[in-house]
């Protein structure tokens, strides 16, 4: 008995030592997407007024552009899988992972090569362990991206959708990423960057009771759209990277919780039956001294007679 109650006492101390743990990354992660979720809300407006400028351009001008304009046999696409660096997230990556694999198998099935660029060592992690080809990988800034990291990712994806497929350029360019919805839910989402869909675009922009304002081009509609194209890029990939981010904390924040209750709950558990071994010990000492108590009385009791 004695050897089973120090076993629950030292399952207790661990427990207890991992719960501890659990809770300061609980609140680490609760203070980190207060952060990310400040900078989000900083951006999207940023990239929602740069697309609808795109889309002003776009609608306005017969220019044939990247930005604008799809391929009349698109055979080549670009994923970007926007992944993180750390796990304890629940299953934050691997949503976006499925989602990632749910748009190049329909991207495939529409007779497209598909290359894909991954930002998160998850990610790539993943992909490496099944051999799958990765274009380019980036990691080390999921957790607090800034601009010049989204610039150095989007730098790839410009030049191959400015590049001509046989030379290795894509006439599409995709994005899947965690998109955060609130502190308990988040999304992984997939959306098509380029060529941006102008239609929907304004149809966004009819719907919200907006009209598109007309534009003189100078020197022309293209330089202009040359001009706008990394913007756009880096903006929409900026606002994702931050998007990503607030979802992972808030993953984290929300599985780290749910370790430190179900730590609770073991050391409730094991208390419990660290008692009742220490009860059945005792028990065990009584009936002994009992026992003994009765044999030394039984043995005296026949001495004298």
């Known amino acids: 008995m004695g050897a089973q109650l120090r076993v629950y006492k030292r399952r207790i101390r661990s427990v207890t030592a991992t719960k501890k743990i659990t ?68 299953a934050f990556n691997a949503n976006a992972i499925k989602a990632a694999e749910q748009l190049t198998e329909r991207l495939e099935g529409e007779g497209k090569r598909v290359d894909t660029y991954i930002v998160g060592r998850r990610g790539v992690a993943h992909y490496n362990f099944r051999e799958r080809t990765i274009a ?54 997939g959306s098509r ?24 081009f100078e020197p022309s509609a293209e330089d202009v759209l040359d001009a706008l194209l990394p913007r756009y890029v880096e903006s929409r990939i900026y606002n994702a990277l931050l998007q990503s981010a607030a979802s992972k904390h808030a993953a984290t924040r929300r599985a780290m919780k749910s370790a430190t209750d179900n730590a609770g709950e073991l050391i409730n558990t094991l208390s419990r039956l660290a008692n009742a071994a220490r009860q059945a010990e005792i028990t065990q000492e009584i009936s002994e001294i009992v026992g003994g108590a009765s044999a030394l009385a039984d043995a005296t009791a026949g001495s004298d007679n």
């Open 23 to 90: 809770k300061a990354m609980e609140m680490i992660a609760a203070s980190r997407v207060v952060k990310a979720q400040r900078k989000v809300a900083a951006s999207t407006p940023y990239a929602q007024e740069l697309t609808r400028a795109v889309t002003a351009v776009g609608t306005g001008s017969n220019t044939t552009h990247p930005l604008t304009t799809e391929a009349d046999n698109p055979t080549r696409a670009a994923v970007l899988l926007l992944t993180s660096d750390r796990g304890l997230a629940g």
């Open 136 to 189: 380019e990988a980036f990691t080390g800034f999921t957790d607090e991206p800034s601009y010049a990291d989204a610039k150095k990712v989007a730098a790839p994806l410009i030049e191959a959708i400015q590049s001509e497929t046989a030379d290795g350029g894509v006439d599409e360019l995709h994005i899947v990423y965690t998109e955060f919805v609130s502190m308990m839910t988040q999304t992984a989402v």
């Open 193 to 216: 960057l380029l060529p941006l869909r102008l239609e929907e675009a304004a149809a966004e922009t009819a719907g919200k009771g907006e009209i598109l304002p007309l534009y003189d």
